[in-house]
């Protein structure tokens, strides 16, 4: 609210809303400017004074796919829906390793980035915006080398290619939702950057990324899609496998689950970010 005594410039005053503050879309819109250089900085310090730098973004879902070849294709014999299993691997690695990399981030930003919180006011949704932004420009790198494997094994592209930004931006939404959960009680409980790595460890086990999930019991199908990674590496596999039905309930499923994790969220995230600065 703006201040002012005669002979003096006026001072702007911004004070926290008291209670649970609706989403100001036009603050956020204003502030695109500052996502791009979040954006931006995030990728600059992910590979910095790295030898490799972005081809990391290759080697780990590449590396990952030949250790999960060995030991669950070769050695436990799991299923692949008709597909080699390398490329059944790949497949769900390159949303998950996305997935994985932007929840971490996401839940982290705040705390990494606390200077930011302390000296200047700006909506505090960008940070963990900006991490799970960042993050998909690795996955297009990954999703370019899936479309290189899909040749090598001489299977041919089709239309199903299509629904790729969809399913990436509902990977998008899937790491946001409880990013910024995690990123809000990050600030006040440290003990949440232990429970991170760990969350995302359990999580990859309950995501079919190294079995199908054609496993799981049909009377647990309804409940288990409520993971909302289970629609997106569905959908994954979806797209390259000429045999494969389409992923309708676990994607419904995936898509409520991030609606109902997301609104809950952002009710969360707004009722306590008036204290960030105080307590980060």
């Avoid at 990391?56 to 692949?80: D, E, H, I, K, N």
């Avoid at 990399?101 to 900006?130: D, M, W």
């Avoid at 080398?145 to 899909?150: D, K, T």
């Amino acid at each position: 609210m703006p201040m002012s005594q005669p002979g003096t410039a006026p001072v702007v005053l911004i004070r926290p809303p008291r209670g649970w503050a609706p989403l100001d879309l036009r603050e956020l819109a204003a502030a695109h400017e500052l996502l791009y250089f979040l954006v931006l900085r995030n990728l600059k310090l992910r590979y910095k004074q790295t030898a490799l730098g972005a081809a990391w973004a290759l080697l780990q879902p590449l590396l990952t796919m030949a250790v999960f070849s060995v030991v669950f294709g070769r050695l436990a014999r799991l299923g692949s829906d008709g597909l080699p299993y390398p490329l059944f691997a790949l497949a769900a690695l390159v949303p998950w390793t996305y997935f994985a990399t932007a929840l971490t981030q996401a839940g982290n930003s705040l705390v990494e980035q606390h200077q930011l919180l302390t000296k200047i006011y700006f909506p505090r949704l960008l940070l963990p915006a900006a991490a799970v932004i960042a993050g998909l420009i690795d996955l297009a790198i990954a999703f370019g080398m899936l479309l290189v494997v899909l040749a090598w094994y001489g299977i041919e592209p089709s239309f199903r290619l299509l629904a790729a930004p969809a399913l990436a931006l509902l990977a998008a939404a899937a790491a946001f939702a409880p990013g910024i959960w995690l990123a809000a009680l990050n600030v006040r409980y440290r003990d949440v950057r232990y429970v991170i790595p760990f969350l995302v460890q359990i999580w990859l086990f309950v995501t079919p990324v190294v079995y199908s999930s054609s496993l799981v019991p049909e009377r647990w199908r309804p409940l288990y899609g409520l993971n909302p990674m289970v629609g997106v590496v569905d959908g994954f596999r979806w797209m390259i496998s000429p045999a494969a039905p389409p992923p309708g309930g676990a994607l419904a499923g995936s898509v409520a689950a991030v609606a109902l994790l997301l609104a809950g969220g952002l009710f969360f995230f707004r009722r306590v970010e008036r204290s960030f600065a105080d307590v980060v």
